[in-house]
């Protein structure tokens, strides 16, 4: 979110909502999003695959990593694209199921 925003005040939202309408426990959704250049659809298509990057000295492994450790203690992460009520935004969202006694949900 920081390397590819405008640098214009409000450029980078940082969210956490609770989603109680998923399941009988909730889930709660950590979101980041930018005002950057919109992701391409091709790029788009393969941001959490392995060894795909867009920069020429990246390793292509930050994303796929990320959604690694997400699935595996029962996280889901994604992207998607707002379009623009004044200017799109790109975001990153975590989405983490909440047992009902408050906790998250056991890791694997």
């Not at 690694?68 to 992207?79: F, P, V």
């Not at 379009?83 to 983490?96: A, I, K, M, S």
């Amino acid at each position: 979110a920081l390397r590819y925003n405008t640098g214009e005040p409000g450029a980078i939202h940082v969210g956490l909502r609770w989603m109680p309408a998923t399941d009988p426990a909730g889930m709660v959704m950590l979101s980041v999003s930018n005002d950057g250049e919109p992701v391409s659809a091709d790029t788009e298509r393969s941001l959490f695959e392995p060894f795909f990057s867009t920069r020429s000295r990246g390793t292509g492994l930050g994303l796929y990593i990320c959604r690694e450790l997400c699935e595996r203690h029962g996280a889901n992460i994604d992207y998607r694209l707002h379009p623009p009520p004044v200017r799109h935004r790109n975001e990153f969202f975590v989405t983490v199921p909440v047992e009902p006694n408050g906790q998250t949900s056991p890791t694997a």
